[in-house]
């Protein structure tokens, strides 16, 4: 093993929860009077921590979200989780083998810890992860692409920058990775390789991953 942690993002990673909430979002926007696509959420959105849909929106339109944005919007979030959300297709065989080899995870999530809780717990990868292995941009003043929550993260789990690879689906999030002298394995599953051009490397199905962490 070449890396002494391995940092995961949650979703879109661990949990395939990236076309529900994103679809969510889209909707919510435009009930606001937003119009956004499900294409346009994933293109600006994905990875975000919420902090940062408030301050694009009033960039762009000069107008505030409302107060109760946040609750609204994870209210039904949670609610499609519960009916609809499911661990990443093998996610839980690279959670198994890194659990096999004693090799150190944990999760490092512009999602609250709400959010990740909730995931974890309707997926069934609360097994996976205990609190201590748990990181949310509620830790950190700033949310990815900052590299404060991977370098948050790392310090810790006791483990050098240096010492980490992160596994990331968003150009937010592969950013972040790079501004921690972090290496970074960018999924493609959902995102264009394209726009993960800064990761160390590009993997499509978390079989590669596996073969990439030995």
């Given amino acids: 093993m070449r890396y002494d942690l391995i940092i995961f ?16 979002l889209a909707a919510y926007l435009t009930e606001l009077g937003h119009p956004t696509s499900y294409e346009d959420s994933l293109r600006d959105y994905m990875g975000s921590a919420m902090h940062r849909i408030h301050d694009l929106v009033l960039e762009r339109t ?39 080899d004693g090799t150190p995870y944990c999760v490092a999530s512009s999602g609250s810890h709400e959010r990740i809780r909730v995931g974890h717990r309707t997926t069934g990868l609360d097994r996976w992860f205990t609190g201590e292995h748990i990181f949310s941009s509620q830790d950190v003043g700033r949310g990815k692409p900052a590299p404060d929550l991977f370098l948050y993260a790392a310090e ?6 240096a010492r980490c690879v ?6 937010l999030g592969v950013q972040a990775a790079v501004a921690a002298g972090m290496d970074v394995y960018g999924f493609t599953a959902m995102t ?15 079989g590669e991953l596996a073969d990439l962490l030995v």
Avoid: C, W, Y
């Avoid at 992160?166 to 150009?171: F, K, R």
């Fill in 156 to 161: 810790r789990m006791g483990v050098a920058p």
């Fill in 9 to 24: 993002d949650n979703d879109g990673v661990l949990v395939d929860s990236e076309p529900i909430s994103n679809r969510h």
């Fill in 166 to 171: 992160v596994v990331e689906d968003s150009p």
């Fill in 62 to 100: 000069g107008q505030r979200l409302p107060d109760d944005f946040d609750d609204v919007f994870h209210a039904r979030v949670f609610a499609a989780f519960e009916r609809e959300l499911q661990p990443v297709p093998g996610a839980v065989d690279v959670l198994e083998k890194l659990t096999a």
């Fill in 192 to 206: 264009p390789a394209a726009r993960l051009a800064g990761a160390t490397q590009l993997f499509g199905s978390m």
